[in-house]
């Protein structure tokens, strides 16, 4: 069975993006090895705006090489004959993601997404939080987790990994997530 790994990076103060979606914020780290990370996983699972940002950085952008297939974003508002290179999902997102998390195969790479989260979260599908955080504070934007009224637990995380970035400041946490009852 494959885990699910919510990847992102935060401010200190647990923001994903600014008010207006940017990113610009984000301590760029040389050290950091994307071509490693990205091979621990065999699916990218996000919402329409982190597809949005991460397909900006024109050549830079880590999900071109990809196959269709290993490309998932949710969304309301994208048609897939507009985007045949991925696959989107404008319905039934937590069946369809339980069952590609049932397979054998690389781990899935949930990117971004804190409006996606708090679902994944209910549904009991996120196995790791894995937080790249930042050495600033912003103060307000788009949160890691929505808030959500469906939300009726707190989650604990055994701490798995922590790693400080010495040149940048980035502290690198890694937990798992324990589903109680």
Partial sequence: MRRIRYNAATSLDGFIASPDGSTEWIVQDTTIDFDALYAQFGVYLMGRKTYEVVTSHGGMNPLASKSKD?????????????????????????????????????????????????????????????????????????KMIAESDAAKQSYALDLMELEKLDGSGIVILRYALRYES
């Avoid at 369809?96 to 971004?112: N, S, V």
């Avoid at 804190?114 to 912003?138: F, T, Y």
């Fill in 70 to 142: 290993s490309v998932i974003v949710i969304s309301r508002h994208m048609k897939q004959e507009d985007y045949p290179n991925i696959t989107i999902w404008r319905d039934g997102f937590i069946e369809k993601t339980r069952a590609i998390k049932a397979q054998d195969g690389k781990d899935i790479w949930f990117m971004g997404g804190g409006q996606l989260a708090p679902p994944l979260l209910e549904a009991g599908l996120i196995d790791a939080l894995e937080m790249a955080v930042m050495p600033v504070v912003i103060g307000k934007g788009i």
